[in-house]
T-cell receptor
Framework: DAKTTQPPSMDCAEGRAANLPCNHSTISGNEYVYWYRQIHSQGPQYIIHGLKNNETNEMASLIITEDRKSSTLILPHATLRDTAVYYCIVRLYMIYNQGGKLIFGQGTELSVKP | DTEVTQTPKHLVMGMTNKKSLKCEQHMGHRAMYWYKQKAKKPPELMFVYSYEKLSINESVPSRFSPECPNSSLLNLHLHALQPEDSALYLC??????????????FGPGTRLTVL
């Protein structure tokens, strides 16, 4: 079963910040929060991940609450090309060298409008 | 470079056919994955290969047979599929360590239609 809960859809005006929330109240101490997005019929694209600290890269920022039970992905200046399904994923801890198991939730369909 | 390639892009097959999907990466990753994605649903993990050994099989029917000939290649052999197996099949790869940096990178997928 998915370990994350996201709103099914959100709208955002072009040029504004898009804030996508995610609840992961059952996350364990050694599980990571990952965000991917999927533009229609393409493969999922990695955005960002974190364990407990806030993270920023050229695409987005990830804010994780202190209790780690929720997080927010921030796209600082959304464009029409950011329209996609955004998945918040808790990556399960794996035995070393066994790879990583991603369990996708239902995701949030973000529509960026002119 | 974080590119994972998949061939073919589209595949149409009958229920009695045998076909194969191919995935390739040249990032030196040691873990490779197959996911299945039905329309309007999230991807679901099927198999994980780590260091060329099958480490996870998510109870996938035997009509799907994975193969990892070397660390750069991953195949999915298909035989006697059903129409409900029609889906987007996604390949991914990662370093394989399982640690913080073990990010999975996905290919564009193969769109499979079973008639």
């Amino acid at each position: 079963d998915a370990k994350t809960t996201q709103p099914p859809s959100m709208d955002c005006a072009e040029g504004r910040a898009a804030n996508l929330p995610c609840n992961h109240s059952t996350i364990s101490g050694n599980e990571y929060v990952y965000w991917y997005r999927q533009i229609h019929s393409q493969g999922p694209q990695y955005i960002i991940h974190g364990l407990k600290n806030n993270e920023t890269n050229e695409m987005a920022s990830l804010i994780i609450t202190e209790d780690r039970k929720s997080s927010t992905l921030i796209l600082p200046h959304a464009t029409l090309r950011d329209t996609a399904v955004y998945y918040c994923i808790v990556r399960l801890y794996m035995i070393y060298n066994q790879g990583g198991k991603l369990i996708f939730g239902q995701g949030t369909e973000l529509s960026v409008k002119p | 470079d974080t590119e994972v390639t998949q061939t073919p892009k589209h595949l149409v097959m009958g229920m009695t056919n045998k076909k194969s999907l191919k995935c390739e990466q040249h990032m030196g990753h040691r873990a490779m994955y197959w996911y299945k994605q039905k329309a309007k649903k999230p991807p679901e993990l099927m198999f994980v290969y780590s260091y060329e050994k099958l480490s996870i099989n998510e109870s996938v029917p035997s009509r799907f047979s994975p193969e990892c000939p070397n660390s750069s290649l991953l195949n999915l052999h298909l035989h006697a599929l059903q129409p409900e197996d029609s889906a987007l099949y996604l390949c991914a790869s990662s370093q394989g360590s399982g640690g913080l940096g073990d990010t999975q990178y996905f290919g564009p997928g193969t769109r499979l239609t079973v008639l």
